[in-house]
């Protein structure tokens, strides 16, 4: 037995570590030049796209790369209490919902109709409609596989992340023109900017009050990932069946029943605050080193074929979003 756990470890742990030390690398960055940390995993991770074909790397990146990717989504839950939702108007609810829907829908065929697959249009409306990189690792993760399916979740993430980061600095301008009370402009950037820091980085701008109206507001954003990623794990289960092809992923994956299950324990009050802090700290780091493995499997010259539709399909996205909640806020 001990042979075993040696030899297993021994499998996994040179391409657990290079995920690691990249993900520590984009952390020291984010820090000391503040650049997305997520941005500089991605691309110190494609620099080292060698990595991902040593022998000894394939088994640990891998693992990093989905298993650990499971860890990061599970602890968001500790994120998350349904009596923070019952604090929201339901008007804004419903604006919320119906923006995400809405932005999801528009993403697929506005890709469509530049002739790529639903699942990519699904993948990006996703991040933008709901938490970003959060979301579109989660969604990529119950999405049918194909040989690019690596390639486009590392365009997204690099695409979401450039665009989060330049609306975190335009709609605190956006919200001064149109003249928006501290509360509205809470709603506005917690409901349309993509990434929770950057919303907390626009909220905190304006005032705290709006700072903690546009957290709220995102956090509510970031619980519609659950229903997304299950009907969308339930559709692919289904795609698969119809087309006969084998699968042994599970209808509700794992993950998302321990996501729901610490979410609820959560809204409970059974969770105490500094553990909390620790889920959302190991959370964080889970997901930064799943995009660092992530990064590695990617080849730039890939990322290039991809295209210049798919970026302009992104900002198209994003201010689709940013109309809808303005018009109807």
Partial sequence: MIKSLYKNYNSYAPGFLVALIIAIAAKFLSNNYEVPAMLMAILIGMSLNFLSKEENCVKGINFSSKNILYFGIILLGARISFDSILNINPNVI???VSGVILTIIFSVLILKLFGFPNR????????IAICGVSA????SS???KDNKSNE???????????ISTFCMICYPIISKLLQMDEVTAGIFFGATIHDVAQVIGAGFTISENTGETATLIKLFRVTLLFPVVLFISIASHKLKLINNLQSKTPLIPYFIIFFILLTTINSFGLIPYSIQYYCNLLSSWFLLIAISAVGTKTQLQNLKIIGFLPALSMVLITLFLMIFIILFL
């Fill in 94 to 96: 419903i604006l919320i």
């Fill in 142 to 144: 119950v999405l049918p």
């Fill in 120 to 127: 990519f249009g699904i993948l990006i409306g996703a991040a």
């Fill in 152 to 162: 486009r979740l590392s365009f997204v993430v690099l695409g979401v992340t450039i």
């Fill in 136 to 139: 579109a690792i989660a969604i």
